[in-house]
């Protein structure tokens, strides 16, 4: 019999694993366009992603930033697993609100978030200033601290909000504002 899954630190709130091509594709970036950022840059929450460890591959500086790493780093990569569980579920019950998975299996999707798990999980030992214990809104950073803040909770929570500030975020590089 299989050892009984941690609950989540939030029961509402997964701790997800996505890697560096699942981000490019959700944001619209390429690995080029991240390793020429100004500055650093900050994914929040990071969850067990494998984005901080993977784009400093490519020379980016990155920190993550998230509520649950002010838990072990074991219970960290267990709560990420058993999200990974879950979504395994939920994909095998109702496919179709999986359409961007396209022509990727589920298996090798899965596959994918486990690889970021397992990036996560050593780099974050190895480099544990790397990854803040923080929440949003209020996190523990100056204002333009970074040259590129990446937020996928705010992109499903919040998708909306997330199209208004795209279109703002187009309207100020028009504009040459840059803010």
């Known amino acids: 019999m299989a050892a009984a899954r941690t609950p989540a630190p939030y ?21 080029a366009q991240l390793a020429a950022l100004p500055g650093p840059l900050l994914d929040c929450p990071g969850g067990a992603a494998g984005l901080a460890a993977e784009a400093r591959e490519l020379g980016c500086r990155v920190i993550a930033a998230d509520p649950a790493y002010a838990l072990p780093l074991p219970e960290v990569a267990a709560h990420a697993l058993a999200a990974r569980d879950s979504m395994a579920v939920a994909m095998a019950a109702r496919p179709r609100l999986y359409p961007a998975l396209g022509r990727c299996r589920t298996e090798s999707y899965l596959r994918s978030w486990d690889r970021a798990r397992r990036l996560f999980t050593a780099d974050s030992a190895a480099h544990p200033q790397r990854y803040v214990a923080a929440a949003l809104p209020r996190l523990p950073f100056a204002d333009d601290t970074f040259g590129l803040t990446l937020s996928g909770y705010l992109l499903f929570a919040y998708p909306e909000l997330c199209r208004v500030l795209v279109l703002r975020a187009a309207d100020h590089r028009r504009r040459g504002t840059g803010k």
Request: hydrophobic share 40%; charged share 25%; aromatic share 10%.
């Open 11 to 31: 029961p509402d709130v997964l701790v997800t694993s996505r890697p560096l091509d699942e981000y490019c594709a959700l944001f619209g970036l390429t690995r």
